[in-house]
Every structure is written in C-alpha cells, then in structure tokens.
C-alpha cells in the first residue's frame, strides 16, 4: 500500500524524545509556554472568561484535576485546559504561526500542561508533546490553509485539532498507530467560522475550547481503540475536500508527503512569532511600523489628515480587519486596523489595557475614521505599508523593511521582558520571577505541579 503522510508523522511523533530536541528547539518551547501564561494573565478578567470559569467550576471531580490559573480552583483536567485555553487567547496576544495563520499556544500548552497536572506525568514528557502539538497543526495547514480560510474558515480551529489530538496523545502515551488514529479522528471535530470577525461578536473566543474538547476526545478514543477513517483527512468526503475543496485536495495531499523528509530536521516552532501588541496577527507588523513612524517624526493625532494602509487582498479582506467603529465591545476592535492606528497614534503602544479603558476614546475613534485600505495583489499575506500624510502636506511612509522584526522572534531575555510587562500589576515582580524560573526549568521539576500551582491566584 501506497505510504501516506498521518501514519509517516504519527510514527515520527511517538519516538520523539527530549534528548532528541537539540537546546535551541527546547528553549524555544519554553518560550512557548511562557507566553501563553502571560498571555493567560494579561486577559484573565473579562466577560468571557467569567463565563467559561462559571461553566468549568461545575465539572469539578475528586481526581483527574488541574489548576485553572489566576482563578484559584482546580477542575476536571479537560476543563482546566478548556478554561486556561481561552485566557491564553482572549485578547489575542497570544503567538502566531505563518504556516497555520493561527495561533497553537493557546491549546497546545493549555493541554499538555493540565494532562501532565491531572497524570502527575514526568517533566521530560511536556516539551516534546508541546513540540509535535505545533508541529502537527503547522504540517497539515501549511499547504492546505489559504483555501480554507478563503472558504470563511477560522484555521486555530480549523487545524487545532490535529494538534491537540497529537500532543494530548503525547501525554496519554498513545504508539505511533495510535496516534495516527486519533490524528484521523481529529479531523472530525475540525470547525470555526470567521462571520463572528464581521460583527464583533463573542462565540470566537469559544471555538477553540471546542477544539480542546474535540481534539483531546479524539486521542482519548484512539486510545480505547478507536478505528477512524484511513481517508478522514484526503478522502473524497474528508477534510480537504470539506475544508478545502476537491479540487485542490490531491495537490495538498502531494504537499505534505513531499515535505515529510524534513520531519524531525525542522521544527515550526522555530519559526513562531510573538506579539509585541494585543491585536490580530494580521496587524502585528503593521503596528510596529506605525509606532516606528509616529516615534521618528513625532506625528500626533491633531497631525495627521490621512493614514493609508497597503497590504494583501487577503488581508484586507480578512473578516474584520476594515471596521472602523464605534466598538460596542473588544470583540470589534481586536481585528481592526482603524483601531490599531488609532490607538497607536493616540497611546503610542497597544497592550490589553487599551481595551479595558479606552474602547471608545474619542481620539483614537476620530483617528481610526481617517483609515483608508488599499488591496495589492503583489503584497504576501503579512506585508504592509503604511502611509501617514499630513494636513501640511507632509507624507511618512514605512514598510516591511522598516519594521522591527526582532520584536516578534522572542528570545529569553525578550521573552521575560515580555512576561513582566504583562503580569506584574497582577502576580508582582517577585512572583514572576518565580513562574520564569520554574519554566526555563521545566524538564527539571519533580512534578508539573510545582509550576500550574505557582498560577493560582495566590501561590499555593
């Protein structure tokens, strides 16, 4: 029979061992891990998470239970993932890859940390399994993702699945058949829409605690002895022909196995990018070149007579990314362009804060109504220029090569600055010092325990 790519990976994923993960692939998880928790506790108070912690608290067991962090209650360990899965995302500071157009952080580390919590698993099983969590998303989005995004939908919980099927599975101790099983099976519980962009509604934050719910079902069956599908992902009626299109599912399907020769010599989490500011990754570099622009020639609000932004058809396309306000909640302001300049311009940064306190300031709203967007078929997905012209006729003009793109590729040092940045006010500066230790000292710990504790509300 003709080799095909899930069984390939499958196989691959089950024999990853920590030894095999060289220091720089390691420190790059652990960077991982330690942006979702800040990310986590940056948007640990809002509306939506006071709902989805009022609907974990009543999963609560006796055994099998994980922390649900800054929240101080332990639950089933699904719905602590679930609940800590939708802190980490909440305000979408949470990191990106440009392979799944999406983000893994907020499920893999979520779920890798809480099987490991509820299993009292060894330390030396969480970096491998949040490793092959990325890698198993990044592998079948890569080539498969712009077809479906521009079929309306949402790629974190559109691939998510495969992810957390693979580094749930991980944790669960599945064999490579196995693993390949639950993979299949993930596919079934693939979903996201992007309409909630256009509106600024809630239920986006939702879909990816469905994804945890869905992917970590279809490792736990596999484990029972689920037989899923062999075609689930290239069959006629399977994922790439649902998600994708038929036309276009074979191509794809040729992709991954042309690519599988480089499993284990390159890692996508090498290669994701991290959010300087809270807004949507479609405008990450677009605010670092606003920000580097108003900085060099001092442009303020009262300045400014037109802002023009140049990017993708895709990206402006992208639901949401053209609203100009008024915002009714944050929902509508996170993937706006109009707010990002606006608040740039007005606030010279764009952390969680601004959306707390300055939703609907009248500066940054007269500021986004000057935004005007324009589509260029030559532009990639993330380029962007920005034009600032001024009521003295004065043009200031950036673009990719202005940007600052180290602000996205988080090292340690970075990466701590980050973390302090976003949970001081809340844990305190002792405190996080503490959460930082314990992470880059993950592998090391007796016990996941001494690290998820440590993310209550108080420490424990």
């Known amino acids: ?41 940056a948007g640990h108070r809002t509306e939506p998470v006071r709902i989805m912690t009022a609907i974990t608290r009543a999963f609560s067991t006796s055994a099998d239970r994980a922390t649900v962090w800054f929240h101080g209650y332990e639950t089933n360990y699904l719905f602590a993932a679930v609940a800590n899965s939708m802190m980490v995302h909440n305000m979408i500071h949470d990191d990106t890859s440009q392979s799944t157009r999406g983000h893994a952080g907020n499920l893999i580390v979520p779920a890798v940390l809480a099987a490991a919590e509820a299993r009292e698993s060894s330390c030396r099983e969480i970096l491998p399994a949040v490793v092959i969590g990325y890698e198993a998303m990044a592998r079948i989005a890569s080539p498969a993702v712009a077809y479906s995004v521009e079929r309306g939908f949402r790629s974190t919980a559109n691939y998510g699945p495969f992810g957390v099927a693979a580094a749930f599975g991980k944790m669960l101790g599945l064999t490579g058949p196995e693993l390949s099983q639950a993979i299949a099976c993930a596919a079934s519980f693939s979903l996201g829409l992007l309409e909630p962009f256009n509106v600024g509604s809630m239920e986006w934050r939702f879909q990816n605690s469905m994804v945890i719910l869905g992917g970590a079902m279809a490792a736990l069956s596999a484990r029972e002895g689920l037989r899923a599908a062999a075609t689930a992902l290239e069959g006629d009626s399977g994922f790439l022909a649902a998600f994708c299109g038929r036309e276009v599912k074979d191509q794809i399907a040729a992709a991954w196995m042309n690519e599988s020769s480089s499993l284990g010599r390159k890692y996508d989490l090498s290669s994701t990018f991290f959010k300087p500011y809270s807004t949507c990754g479609y405008n990450q570099i677009g605010c670092n070149i606003a920000l580097n622009l108003i900085e060099r020639h001092h442009i303020t609000a009262d300045s400014i007579r037109e802002i023009v932004v140049r990017v993708s058809p895709d990206n402006k396309a992208y639901p949401g990314v053209e609203f100009h306000g008024p915002f009714e909640t944050p929902d509508g302001a996170l993937l706006s362009k109009p707010f990002m300049l606006g608040a740039a311009v007005v606030t010279r940064d764009l952390q969680v804060e601004t959306y707390q306190e300055r939703l609907n300031d009248p500066e940054i709203l007269r500021v986004a109504r000057m935004v005007r967007m324009e589509a260029d078929p030559s532009m990639g997905s993330m380029d962007t220029e920005i034009r600032f012209v001024t009521k003295d006729g004065q043009v200031h003009t ?33 405190r996080a010092d503490e959460i930082v230790d314990l992470v880059f000292r993950l592998e090391e710990l007796k016990s996941p325990g001494e690290l998820t504790r440590r993310l209550g509300p108080e420490p424990r």
């Open 1 to 41: 029979m003709k080799p095909t790519f899930i069984p390939l990976m499958a196989d691959f994923f089950a024999g990853l061992t920590l030894e095999d993960l060289n220091g720089d692939v390691r420190e790059r998880a652990k960077v991982c891990v330690l942006d979702a928790i800040a990310s986590a506790c």
């Open 398 to 430: 950036g673009n990719l090569s202005t940007a600052d793109l180290g602000a996205f590729l988080l090292n340690r040092d970075t990466a701590v600055r980050k973390f302090h940045r976003m949970t001081d006010r809340h844990l305190g500066a002792e």
